[in-house]
Nanobody, 125 residues
Framework: EVQLQASGGGLVQAGESLRLSCVVS????????IGWLRQGSGPEREGVSC????????YYAESVKGRFTISSDNAKNTVFLQMNSLRPEDTAVYYC??????????????????WGQGTLVTVSS
């Protein structure tokens, strides 16, 4: 069974940093993408960042470019999201999600089939 466990959230002040971690277990495919998505006060879940195992490409939402960095430690089956210069609008529950058996580079970072439990990030002003 594939499982994802997100951790690292907390309460910080604006301008500070956090690093989120997502540990993936039970993954047998080497063709996958792992994304970070967040649920704030709005109605929709927003894609924040994604990393592809196919070529290591990374993707970022415009709102976090230059501030957030996604990376992976394959030996530990872990994906990280380094969040710098945090803003109050970054406050949300952050989820990591897994897409497996990506058919092509055009499909990467879509159709996530597995989700972690989420970790809460609160940024105060």
């Amino acid at each position: 069974e594939v499982q994802l466990q997100a951790s690292g959230g907390g309460l910080v002040q604006a301008g500070e940093s956090l690093r989120l971690s997502c540990v993936v277990s039970g993954l047998t495919s080497d063709n996958y993408a792992i994304g970070w998505l967040r649920q704030g006060s709005g109605p929709e879940r927003e894609g924040v960042s994604c990393i592809s195992s196919r070529d290591g490409s990374t993707y970022y939402a415009e709102s976090v470019k230059g501030r957030f960095t996604i990376s992976s430690d394959n030996a530990k089956n872990t994906v990280f999201l380094q969040m710098n210069s945090l803003r109050p609008e970054d406050t949300a529950v952050y989820y990591c999600a897994l897409q497996i058996d990506v058919e092509s580079d055009y499909d990467v970072c879509y159709n996530y089939g597995y989700w972690g439990q989420g970790t809460l990030v609160t940024v105060s002003s």
